[in-house]
């Protein structure tokens, strides 16, 4: 309505982020972000690690990406 381009849903609690971008009209999911915790993050594969997205490249500039890491830097 108002044509935010790009809009993110951060959840402090799951240490995730949703990035929706706004295409035809709508906005539209075009990435979920999330920490993982040490114990999971042990257990994944190399190929799940290095497909692991953790940071955040913004849809407006194209060299500003945001590490989850300092998102999520001071919340335990």
């Known amino acids: 309505k108002f044509g935010v381009k790009e809009y993110w849903i951060v959840d402090p609690s799951n240490k995730s982020v949703e990035v929706y971008l706004l295409k035809d009209g709508v906005l539209k999911l075009d990435g979920f972000y999330m920490v993982y915790p040490d114990y999971e993050w042990k257990t994944l594969t190399d190929e799940q690690k290095a ?16 590490k989850l890491d300092d998102i999520f830097e001071d919340v335990k």
């Open 51 to 66: 497909a692991a997205r953790l940071e955040i490249k913004t849809s407006l500039y194209e060299d500003f990406y945001v």
